[in-house]
């Protein structure tokens, strides 16, 4: 093995590293996340693997056989027809053409269908397009076929929705307001939820993801919260899969609680059990990327927190290895060095129950 590795920076930036310092980063790396998290490290055994793992030389390495695991997407088949600069290749296919050519010539193990704007405020509109696109493409795929979106509470403020602008409210100092109106924002966002998922389960949806949630904030996480409990109150048989935006839920609000727990501030671990107490299936993990630190610190530190995420909870975690998150790098099309050394750590090491 070379003295020398070769990685990349969190905006994905090549980069030779001595052993010595992808040591140092892991242990960083995973140490900032067990201080955060106000637990424990990785041992030395699993940062020595972590290690082996990065100082792989192949370009693409793979888990072991049989340790593979489901990988399911939020709009992969978007990339077959979405632009460049949407990570997408521009392809002149059709969304059935797309979901048949990933289910079919890519083998996916889950297929997915989502508006191209890929949040429930603007799908509500065009709700009966949607279901009957949903429908006719279901009636011809084989692997389970999810609709999804990202709740995107900042649609509901003005200029863009009806509700004040927090942001604009806040800087003024009218704190008291920002909260009245992202609780309004709150609930509209839940009734949007509950009426895209009940009309999709009407005609046969096979499973809904909540994507991102949390973006605009905790009053956007309890939104999608609460949107989960009432679709299964509906659809106790529904399949929901609810996926945070970052490794904490950010206080814009500061004091809406759940479950009697305040929700800013709620770590991949106490997030999986507010989704699990919601009656979400699938708790999808998001740890963002520093940009300035090296992948090694970044995948240290996503699977410290993966692996307390999956002590904490009993549903399935799969961990989002998307742009930016869980030790990818920030670009829009991934390098796939970090991307399968990522895969590996993260199911190896973190116990992902999928991707």
């Known amino acids: 093995m070379s003295k020398k590795i070769l990685t990349r920076m969190g905006d994905g930036e090549r980069l030779w590293m001595d052993a010595?310092?992808?040591m140092d980063d892991i242990q960083d790396g995973s140490e900032d996340a067990a201080r955060r998290l106000g637990g424990k490290p990785l041992s030395q055994e699993e940062q020595e693997k972590l290690f082996e793992i990065l100082a792989e030389p192949s370009r693409i390495v793979s888990v072991n056989p049989g340790e593979e695991v489901i990988v399911s997407d939020d709009g992969c088949t978007m990339s077959f027809y979405s632009g460049q600069d949407g990570g997408g290749t521009g392809t002149p296919l059709s969304r059935q053409q797309a979901v048949l050519t990933y289910e079919r010539a890519c083998g996916a193990d889950t297929t997915s269908m989502g508006h191209s704007?890929?949040?429930?405020?603007p799908?509500?509109?065009i709700i009966n397009f949607e279901a009957n696109d949903y429908y006719n493409i279901s009636?011809?795929?084989t692997a389970p076929f999810f609709y999804g979106a990202q709740p995107n509470m900042g649609l509901y403020?003005?200029?863009d929705g009806p509700c004040p602008n927090a942001a604009e409210l806040m800087p003024l100092g009218k704190i008291d307001e920002a909260r009245a109106s992202q609780e309004e924002a709150c609930e509209y966002l839940t009734d949007d939820l509950e009426f895209v998922g009940s009309r999709l389960a009407d005609i046969?949806?096979?499973?809904?993801?909540?994507?991102?949630?949390?973006?605009?904030?905790?009053a956007d996480f309890l939104a999608a919260l609460k949107g989960v409990?009432?679709?299964?109150?509906?659809?106790?048989?529904?399949?929901?899969?609810?996926?945070?935006?970052?490794?904490f839920v950010l206080g814009m609000h500061g004091k809406i609680t759940y479950n009697g727990r305040q929700v800013a501030g709620m770590y991949t671990p106490d997030q999986a059990?507010?989704?699990?107490?919601?009656?979400?299936d699938i708790f999808g993990m998001a740890v963002n990327t520093v940009t300035t630190e090296s992948v090694p610190w970044n995948l240290a530190r996503a699977v410290t927190f993966l692996k307390a995420t999956t002590e904490a909870t009993n549903l399935p975690v799969h961990a989002n290895v998307g742009m930016g998150v869980c030790g990818v790098p920030m670009m829009e099309q991934p390098p796939i060095d970090c991307v399968t050394r990522v895969s590996k750590s993260l199911v190896q090491l973190g116990k992902a129950d999928g991707l």
Do not use: C, H, W
């Open 20 to 22: 010595e310092e992808v």
């Open 117 to 121: 704007d890929y949040s429930y405020k």
């Open 123 to 125: 799908v509500k509109s």
């Open 139 to 141: 009636q011809v795929t």
């Open 157 to 159: 403020f003005q200029p």
């Open 204 to 218: 046969g949806l096979e499973g809904l993801n909540f994507d991102t949630s949390g973006s605009a904030g905790d």
């Open 229 to 247: 409990e009432r679709l299964k109150a509906k659809y106790p048989d529904l399949p929901i899969l609810m996926g945070g935006a970052g490794e």
């Open 273 to 280: 059990k507010a989704v699990e107490k919601a009656g979400a």
